[in-house]
């Protein structure tokens, strides 16, 4: 399931130029369910040594500025982003400050919700066009002739794109699901020209890909897609995706 928040602004709203951590730790906060929101900070739906958190969300949209001199974004205006998640229970708790009136904080600011839209996200057949809402990535490590560990990025031009982000869908499912997927097809190509995004996550360069894309294959597997993202990272504000015509 994937909602729409809006927030109005009333007066400008400065954030570091990557703020996806700074948006991270908010909404995090905004659960309404201390025991919930220890569970996803902790440990999240594991799989061996892996652990899922299970939802997304987009990057703040709204009218901005860019202070590059400065390394930060003001917003005038209006804001809004979209949350998404495959568990229920994180919708609910976080809707749950809608009816408190309670304000999300991002950094300095205190927002008050205005509304929320709740996003339908219906497609026939066995595929769909999505946009990107945030960037994917998608990454493994590999070792170069000298031995040393480097964790390499891909890009939606490489063929082990798609297997990777099917694979990656797969061990979710496992997770929250804990069996596996009736139909393991699934399939992801660029059919717009993508725009890669080089993004610093708590020191950590990242390089993910914005764009639209066709998703097919298992339908259980693009409902996973489309609500708890695609890609790893999706927690951190990486892999938000939204069906489009």
């Known amino acids: 399931m994937k909602y729409k928040l809006i927030f109005p602004v009333k007066e400008e709203i400065i954030l570091p130029i990557q703020y996806q951590h700074i948006l991270q730790s908010a909404l995090l906060a905004w659960i309404d369910d201390s025991t919930y929101q220890t569970f996803l900070h902790d440990t999240g739906f594991s799989l061996g040594k892996r652990s899922y958190k299970l939802y997304t969300f987009s990057k703040i949209y709204g009218k901005f500025e860019l202070d590059t001199r400065n390394k930060k974004i003001i917003f005038r205006d209006a804001i809004h982003l979209y949350l998404s998640s495959c568990d229920q229970r994180y919708l609910t708790y976080t809707i749950k400050n809608i009816i408190s009136n309670r304000p999300l904080v991002l950094g300095n600011y205190a927002l008050t919700l205005d509304r929320v839209e709740y996003i339908e996200e219906v497609y026939e057949g066995n595929s769909c066009n999505v946009r990107t809402l945030s960037p994917i990535a998608i990454s493994s490590t590999l070792t170069r002739a000298d031995g040393a560990k480097k964790r390499?990025?891909?890009?939606?031009?490489?063929?082990?794109?798609s297997n990777m982000l099917r694979d990656n869908l797969i061990r979710k499912y496992k997770a929250f699901y804990e069996k596996d997927p009736a139909d393991s097809e699934f399939h992801?190509?660029?059919?717009?020209?993508?725009?890669?995004s080089l993004v610093f996550y708590k020191k950590e360069a990242v390089r993910a890909w914005n764009g639209v894309f066709k998703i097919s294959g298992s339908k259980e597997l693009i409902e996973l897609a489309l609500n708890a993202g695609l890609g790893e990272r999706n927690s951190a504000g990486f892999g938000c995706v939204m069906k489009i015509e």
Not at 152 to 161: A, F, G, I, L, T
Not at 190 to 196: F, H, N, Q, W
């Open 152 to 161: 390499y990025y891909y890009n939606p031009k490489e063929r082990e794109y």
């Open 188 to 196: 992801i190509e660029l059919i717009r020209k993508g725009k890669e």
